[in-house]
């Protein structure tokens, strides 16, 4: 790395001297000033806020695994059962946009031998799909319809919010408060006022999926749907709020 041009090393010593320092896309320094009057202080607080929802929408994988002597009948014996699979999936009432393939995989099988170079014993083709179950209540009968039709591989389900920006604004509100009422703890602890926020910074939180307490059932019958609990799902919100104080 060469060294910085004396111009440069100003500007750099200037930006970090007037306040905050951002970089453009060509990584040139740019100073963001932030003007703070000789009698006040800077206070910089983080807080965290968490909102809590149930989870309205559900993720799941579900394929079909073949395998047959040669790779066009497992190709061919795949697209049959997974028809049957996609079929079951419409039947459920799942929209064409939340039916995704996720891969078609052709493999071949191999037979191992203590000295002897490996041998194709057959192939083995793979179809899976990954729907979005915008019902929960039917999510149980749905895997169900799902393995009964051909389904022979299925993952999940992953829990999820469709809409978050509003489960986000309830946390970052919450997490604004919180920084607020600590910045006036401090300031009163010094004899001093919040005068106004000099900046905030967000750092973004992941939706945590929390089990939640389940009454006793009551006796199943014998066709029952796959019991599915959704629980509850967490999205927190990580504030860096700097403040300035004075009298």
């Known amino acids: 790395m060469t060294a910085m041009r004396p111009l440069a ?3 750099l010593a200037t930006a970090l001297a007037l306040g905050t320092l951002s970089m453009t896309a060509d990584a040139q320094p740019v100073a963001t000033p932030m ?12 807080a965290q806020a968490e909102a809590r929802r149930t989870p309205d929408i559900a993720n799941v994988s579900a394929g079909v695994v ?29 929209a064409e946009r939340d039916v995704q393939t996720a891969g078609v995989n052709l ?12 041998v194709i014993t057959g192939y083995q083709a793979s179809n899976t799909v990954n729907v979005v179950v915008r019902d ?25 919010i469709d809409k978050k920006d509003p489960v986000y604004d309830e ?15 401090y300031a009163q602890a010094l004899g001093l006022r919040v005068r106004r926020i000099v900046s905030i910074d967000e750092t973004g939180g992941m939706g945590i999926p929390r089990p939640v307490p389940m009454m006793a059932m009551a006796k ?11 629980g509850e799902n967490v999205l927190s919100v990580n504030l860096d709020v700097v403040f300035e104080l004075g009298k």
């Open 171 to 185: 946390a970052r509100r919450a997490a604004l408060d919180k920084a607020r009422q600590r910045a006036d703890m």
């Open 136 to 160: 929960i209540a039917k999510l149980g009968r749905i895997l169900d319809a799902l393995v009964a039709t051909g389904a022979n591989q299925v993952n999940g389900p992953t829990f999820d």
């Open 107 to 118: 493999n071949p099988q191999y037979r191992y031998a203590e000295n002897q170079p490996p």
């Open 66 to 94: 073949t395998q047959a002597a040669d790779a066009n009948a497992a190709m061919r014996e795949n697209a049959a059962q997974m028809a049957k699979v996609v079929a079951a999936i419409r039947a459920a009432g799942v």
């Open 220 to 230: 199943m019958e014998r066709d029952v749907a796959t019991p599915i609990s959704p």
């Open 9 to 11: 090393q100003l500007a």
């Open 35 to 46: 003007t703070v009057p000789s009698d006040g202080t800077l206070l910089s607080v983080a």
